[in-house]
């Protein structure tokens, strides 16, 4: 019995240590990165004197460090759209920031926002993807209303997708797509200032 309480005694002991250690080790990593708010703040400093390309350095260092970030994944985003004249590839890579941060926080409405403006561009142009781009750009819109019912892009891309993909066939049913255009009406009359719903 007492060899037993020896053991369970060490085991305790040796268990301690071990968690100490990592949490150590992690402590000391994590100060040899760097604090990501440091770098966070530098980019938005470089964002407001106009400097993107180094912005998006100070965002991905930040990112690095600490990747759960939405509002640094957005910033980051919106960075590199700043810089499609450079590379357009970066168009690419905002989209794919945006997405990063809803990966984080499936609600964030700022990553929302971004998205559904990117889908609603793309379904104005014929692609082969046209159906996808429908399909995102309902869901997106679904979530930003939920996540910020004032929204009113959101609250028009339902019916907005809808009338965009029954040229291609996505929306078959006559009665659904002109439901859809009375819904925009209904939008347009109540908002005749927002521009999307003059389209």
Do not use: C
């Not at 890579?93 to 990553?111: G, R, S, T």
């Amino acid at each position: 019995m007492a060899r037993r309480r020896v053991n369970t005694k060490f085991l305790i002991i040796l268990t301690v240590v071990v968690i100490g250690v990592g949490m150590s080790g992690l402590i000391v990593a994590k100060l040899r990165r760097g604090d990501p708010e440091k770098y966070v703040n530098s980019a938005n400093a470089l964002v407001a004197e106009g400097n993107h390309a180094e912005a998006v350095k100070n965002f991905q260092q930040a990112l690095s460090i600490e990747a759960r970030q939405p509002a640094v994944w957005v910033a980051y985003g919106d960075a590199l759209a700043q810089l499609v004249h450079e590379d357009s590839d970066n168009v690419r890579n905002a989209i794919q920031a945006w997405q990063q941060a809803l990966q984080v926080d499936p609600a964030n409405k700022l990553a929302l926002s971004r998205s559904l403006s990117v889908a609603l561009a793309q379904s104005e142009r014929p692609s082969q993807e046209i159906a996808n781009v429908v399909a995102q750009g309902r869901d997106l819109g679904t979530r930003l209303a939920a996540a910020d019912p004032t929204d009113l892009t959101a609250a028009a891309a339902a019916p907005l997708f809808t009338v965009r993909g029954a040229p291609y066939g996505l929306q078959t049913e006559p009665e659904q797509v002109d439901e859809a255009v009375k819904q925009l009406a209904e939008l347009a009359g109540t908002h005749p200032a927002n521009a999307e719903l003059a389209d």
